[in-house]
């Protein structure tokens, strides 16, 4: 059974504060993401990984970084936690761009 | 530039055919999935085209045409838990960026 692993399932924590959100993969995918989702506003990638220690800049990447030093970990760093990075948060993974993605469980954060 | 529309919300009655529309521009393009997202979970893949035409797979099927930057999911048969979001997603660029469209949420009533 394939699986995706994101290290918490609810998260709170103060503004300014670094924040790390693990993602993990069991199935030795090439591609890893993260996205955010707030009402109304879908699924916003943030940042996204092809390879180990490669990343891409998604469509929102301002705050954020990542790393990917093994295959199947992808971390999502919030160097300076704000409120308005209260939100859900998804880490994904796949194979190739003709296979169907993966979701973890998400995390949603809050930031006070 | 690359963007993704479909409606925000639809409402259906149990035992109808929906559709769900979806409209891309995107630079570059491998094909377009389909995802079910139920409240508070995470998206689970329902189907993905590549080529022109319709695929089928039980109650659901989608179609696809390449020319038009346009797809369709269509939901027979519906039942009371098919209510949930359906999310458009297509992989833009190089270095396989997957975007979604914001979904539509789909409320099915008796």
């Known amino acids: 059974d394939v699986k995706v692993t994101q290290s918490s399932r609810y998260l709170v924590k103060r503004t300014g504060e670094k924040v790390f959100l693990e993602c993990v993969q069991d199935?030795?995918?090439?591609?890893m993401f993260w996205y955010r989702q707030d009402p109304g506003l879908g699924l916003r990638l943030i940042y996204f990984?092809?390879?180990?220690?490669?990343?891409e800049k998604g469509d929102i990447p301002e705050g954020y970084s990542v790393s990917r030093e093994k295959k199947e970990r992808f971390s999502l760093i919030l160097e300076s936690a704000s409120t308005n990075q209260t939100s859900m948060y998804l880490c994904?993974?796949?194979?190739?761009?003709?296979?169907?993605?993966?979701f973890g469980q998400g995390t949603r954060l809050t930031v006070v | 530039g690359q963007n993704i529309d479909q409606p925000t919300e639809m409402t259906a009655t149990e035992g109808a055919i929906v559709q769900i529309n979806c409209t891309y521009q995107?630079?570059?393009?491998?094909?377009l999935f389909w995802y079910q997202q139920h409240a508070g979970e995470a998206p689970t893949f329902l189907s993905y085209?590549?080529?022109?035409g319709l695929e089928e797979k039980g109650r659901f099927s989608s179609f696809l045409s390449r020319s038009k930057g346009y797809s369709y999911l269509l939901l027979k048969e519906l039942q009371m838990k098919d209510s949930a979001s359906y999310l458009c997603?297509?992989?833009?660029?190089?270095?396989?960026?997957?975007?979604f469209g914001a979904g539509t949420r789909l409320a099915v009533h008796p």
């Open positions: 997603a297509v992989f833009s660029g190089g270095y396989n960026k997957l975007i």
């Open positions: 994904a993974s796949s194979s190739s761009e003709d296979t169907e993605a993966f």
């Open positions: 990984s092809y390879d180990v220690k490669m990343k």
């Open positions: 995107t630079s570059g393009f491998n094909g």
């Open positions: 199935m030795d995918h090439e591609n």
């Open positions: 085209n590549v080529l022109d």
